[in-house]
């Protein structure tokens, strides 16, 4: 099978040599003409290729050219379309994140890992939590809460003691981020249908943010994040060296 390769890479100096090295070997194909994406660089080069995807919705194939490398494959030059044609696929549906602000002003973004609240001051922050139009928590001090998705759940999520979701789950997780009050509270595991809705109480005086990835909204007012499987994500996989597979070792690292 021919397949056209577009391939991105991050600025790091490995990312680069190597970027030209494959487009040497392999063509160079603008992003709009291919067929795959395919990264090169650390997990950061790879969500910002992710996003670039949510209107064309085109197969994203990573190799390990940077730092974090959990969302990607093992760097090899060797028969590259062959190993995209027999790559195993992962569906990953984003969050979708309305904000709105102090000023009233209305934000919409998509994240792949997660949606995240946080103080913007010394002062905590309290928020108000509901959960399909029902009200779960009505006082949660902290420094923020999140709301991640499987492919997210090792990410911030898991830095914050959230759970970690296996892919196909169905599930997202509800994390706090340094929960003082109620203090034992350790977040929720909810159904992916879920739609949740989160209140900055005392808003103009205990300023909050809101990021979906690293799309951030200051001082909002309230939040509400649903999944969006309309805008569904597509990545490759290396048989042997998927996702999921990645998801249940780290359980098992201490």
Not at 54 to 65: I, Q, T, W
Not at 81 to 107: K, T, Y
Not at 202 to 226: F, G, L, M, Q
Request: hydrophobic share 40%; proline share 4%; aromatic share 6%.
């Amino acid at each position: 099978m021919s397949v056209s390769i577009a391939f991105y890479a991050s600025r790091r100096p490995e990312a680069q040599i190597a970027l030209n090295r494959l487009q040497a070997r392999y063509g160079i194909t603008p992003e709009d003409e291919a067929d795959v994406i395919v990264v090169l660089g650390g997990d950061g080069a790879m969500l910002d290729t992710l996003r670039r995807r949510f209107k064309d919705r085109k197969p994203v194939y990573g190799m390990h050219r940077g730092t974090v490398g959990f969302l990607m494959n093992e760097y090899n030059e060797e028969d590259l379309p062959a190993r995209i044609d027999a790559a195993e696929r992962v569906i990953l549906p984003p969050l979708h994140m309305a904000a709105i602000d102090l000023a009233g002003q209305s934000h919409e973004h998509l994240a792949i890992n997660e949606v995240s609240l946080l103080r913007q001051t010394a002062q905590t922050a309290k928020l108000r939590i509901w959960v399909d139009g029902q009200e779960r928590l009505s006082n949660l001090a902290c420094d923020g809460i999140l709301v991640a998705t499987s492919a997210g759940s090792t990410a911030y999520n898991f830095s914050a003691h959230g759970p970690i979701l296996p892919l196909g789950a169905n599930l997202l997780a509800l994390t706090p981020i340094s929960p003082y009050r109620p203090r034992r509270w350790r977040g929720a595991l909810l159904r992916h249908t879920a739609k949740v809705r989160i209140e900055v109480l005392e808003a103009a005086r205990r300023h909050v943010s809101a990021t979906a990835d690293n799309i951030e909204v200051r001082d909002i007012r309230h939040v509400e994040i649903c999944e969006d499987r309309s805008k569904s994500l597509t990545m490759l996989f290396d048989r042997g060296h998927a996702l999921d597979e990645r998801i249940l070792q780290e359980q098992f690292l201490f």
